[in-house]
């Protein structure tokens, strides 16, 4: 009886008996694993307690049911889709979130001077930067800023592709803009071949309507 | 036999720290939003936190919610992760305060499931049965321990935690650790003695 309590008070008997269950699962290293077996080899009550831990261990793996996570994934995706809607969001909000945490003392005193520089960039751009580009009516006396007439054509629908070409090619017009609400293209060709063009569009069957953009003497 | 021993830890070792690097790869794929990582990740914990919820709470009803709980933090957090510990043990310590915070809320019985990872097909030999008959009175007699010491028994004998990692799970001293295995050894060997003793 006195012996036994005597070898429970045992400081080595009892580091060794503490660290058996991680003797029994093999993650005891170094000092405490050579404290361990050196303890086992004179010890008969640790080596029974050795014993029954490696059955309990046994005993409580026991035997295991796979169970398929897809059913409980899916509800938990579904939590995330509901309550946050970033599920499978970009990454650039959560990488600039890591970087203002991460990011030197400095760095938002940097930010908030480049935001000052660009503030005054665009005021100085909006007060005394290039004037504005003029608005062109369709009557204004010059239509063409690069010395080139423009006319305004409604061809047939019934017109084919290559008829379109070909009606193109005979008058050296290439088409700028178009088709507008009422099907019109805006034909543009050098002035000293607009009269001629003009006649030759109006000559063709596969024409509906031509005209020059802007106020002209043949209109 | 020693020197196979050692070859066998080491391959072990090997085996874990390639493990152990997916798992990183993988948080720090879900830190930026990846959701394809986050089900591979969630995939790969799933049967281990299950099984570990299971054992700590005794409560089928709750094992599923805390585990999703678990893994909506893993997904809301995982830009904190910072590598001091293994992912598991991070994930694992995230599972066991949620677990105990349900715990706390609930007031509802254990369940006891005497058949709980049995197979009676499996049960003809008589060394199975005495196996099977142990199992029976070890998961009632877990029943009957306090949550964390039910915790420390599973991680140390089902999860292959070293004490030291328990401690960092469970947010304790080491010694904390060490006494709640001592007394969860000796009452359950007590229940079982007195048990078996019925049972024979």
Known sequence: MSGQILRFRDPVHQAAEELLPWFVNGTLEGKELALVERHLGECVRCQHELDLLRELQVAYAGSEIATDPTESFNKLRHQIAKSRPQWGRSSLLRASGRFWQHAPIWAPWAAVAELAVIVVLGALLVLGGEPAVPYRTLGATDPSPHGLAQLVVVFDPRITEAELRQILRATGARIVDGPTSADGYVLELPVDRQASALEALRAQRAVVLAERLGPGKNR | ?200
């Open chain 2, 1 to 200: 036999m020693a020197g196979k021993q050692t070859t066998e830890l080491e391959a072990k070792e090997e085996g874990r720290s390639a493990a152990q690097q997916d798992e990183i790869a993988l948080v720090g794929r879900v830190a930026s939003g990846d959701a394809q990582a986050f089900e591979a990740l969630y995939r790969c914990f799933y049967p281990r936190l299950r099984r570990f919820l299971e054992r700590m709470m005794r409560r089928p009803q709750l094992v599923e919610e805390i585990l999703n709980d678990t893994m909506l933090v893993v997904w809301r957090k995982a830009h904190t992760y910072n590598l001091r510990s293994k992912v598991s043990t991070w994930i694992f310590a995230i599972a066991f305060r949620r677990a105990l915070k349900a715990l706390s809320r609930v007031d509802d019985p254990v369940v006891f499931d005497a058949e709980e990872g049995t197979n009676p097909a499996n049960s003809g030999p008589e060394g199975e049965l005495m196996a099977h008959q142990l199992r029976r009175l070890l998961s009632h007699a877990m029943t009957s321990l306090p949550a964390e010491q039910r915790a420390v028994i599973e991680l140390t004998y089902y999860q292959g935690c070293a004490y030291r990692e328990i401690a960092e799970i469970m947010g304790c001293p080491i010694d904390t650790v060490k006494t709640r295995m001592f007394h969860a050894r000796r009452k359950l060997r007590a229940l079982l003695a007195s048990r078996m003793e019925d049972v024979l």
